[in-house]
């Protein structure tokens, strides 16, 4: 057999007897004695390790081992780490049970997988509005370039949203049924490639232009119904608001570092080094996907088996794939259609500022390209803070006896009548100053909406939350399409003040049938 070698710290006989206690079944004596199972040459044992101490730096081990019944074995693994002796053993009931009482584990070995999926899920989504956005800054000397009017500058902006549609259903079944490892990884693969080839196809001609936003939008499209799958099965009830807040601050800061970045790049490389620059950090990030992240704490073989078991206890994790989706059972319940209508309200207005204010700075507030960006940076800063307020003020609610509905409705209603009051405060100020603080706080209360519609896919139908997403964002593409598009109409035969009257009309529509319809139960086994 194979001996298993063991390396001590040069200090042991000064550790104390009571830090070098071992959990469970394991003793310490005079001499510590470590039990451990190995398999050797198709056998199966169990066996022990005795550990003396014989002069100065000289450590011998005694190894013995006997037949043992792999039914009955307890796992032991044995670690060393930076010259510390550190095992676990799993228990009768999945519990990892730490040994050497005062011996330190690593903090990144303590740090919790399931943050460790939140946080790749936050960076992808970084990366997706990085993508996003550059176009609207970029825009603006490629219109004088290649002579666009804003009629055509609207079909551009709008051109993303068609293949970002396609995807949004397609991209939950994929996630439920395939799994969200895949499925994001893709999304942010094909939308980098997209986002490269942007200046190629502008160059070539309008058509291919269009076809290559679409493309990025195919990519774009599958990431938040992948992501809400992934976080319904990693992340537990208690944590769902601020997780998912946290993600979708990803997004804001994604803009925040797209509108700061492009005009610098644009002044000192040209427009089109934004789209190169931008488009090859995904291969980045997928390197690293596919080295930590999985689908399901069912998949993962690192996982520890005590934050396995808070996530499976607190989770509605099924063992079993989703084969069919119901969709007639999905579409007859109120709650679902109140999600749909509401997402669809709350990214009309969303959309616009995405897509359009860097333009609503330059033409109305007359500041040139590099302040343009500088100034919308400060809305998404607002937003990526409030969201993960409102997201830790939403999960405190729910721990501390407020009904999930309830949580759900007043956090959405702040996203709704927030947006609504401060945009129709635009059209009475008269300073730059005021306008873009009246912006950054119409946005900074928007961002409340991720403590409530969109955490409320995964409370009502968790085992379907990707699919529920990819209808309820499909609605919410919807308005991106037609609201950047229309934009761009109203502004030839109107002005800002009719685009933004259109926005807060939707909002106080999105309020009534959100708190008529909506449910923080769950409705979908």
Known sequence: MRALLISLPSDFRSVPKQNLSIHSKFLCSKAPEFQFRFLSAGRTGIGSVAVRRRGVGKVWAEVKSEPYDVADSKSVKLEDALGSVVFRQDGDDGDVVDGLDGVAVPWWEEFPKRWVIVILCFSAFLLCNMDRVNMSIAILPMSQEFNWNPATVGLIQSSF??????????????????????????????WSIATALTPFAARVGLPFLLVVRAFMGIGEGVAMPAMNNLLSKWVPVGERSRSLAFVY?????????GLAFSPLLIHKFGWASVFYTFGSLGTVWFAVWLNKAHSSPLEDPQLRSAEKKLILSSSSISKEPVKSIPWRLILSKPPVWALIVSHFCHNWGTFILLTWMPTYYNQVLKFNLTESGLFCVLPWLTMAFSA???????????????????????????????PAFFLTQLSHVDSPAMAVLCMSCSQGTDAF???????????????????????SNTAG????????AATGYILQHGSWDDVFKVSVGLYLVGTVVWNLFSTGEKILD
């Open 477 to 484: 593409v919807l308005a991106g399409v037609f609201g950047t």
């Open 388 to 418: 993960n307020l409102g997201g830790w003020i939403a999960d405190t609610l729910v721990s501390r006896g407020l009904s999930v509905t309830t949580v759900r409705k007043i956090m959405q209603s702040i996203g709704f009548l927030g």
């Open 449 to 471: 909406s991720q403590s409530g519609l969109y955490s409320n896919h995964q409370d009502i139908a968790p085992r379907y939350s990707g699919v529920l997403l990819g209808l």
């Open 161 to 190: 949203f068609w293949g970002y549609l396609l995807t949004q259903v397609a991209g939950g079944i994929w996630a439920d049924t395939v799994g969200g490892k895949a499925v994001l990884g893709f999304g942010v693969v094909w």
């Open 249 to 257: 601050s990803g997004m804001y800061l994604g803009s925040v570092t």
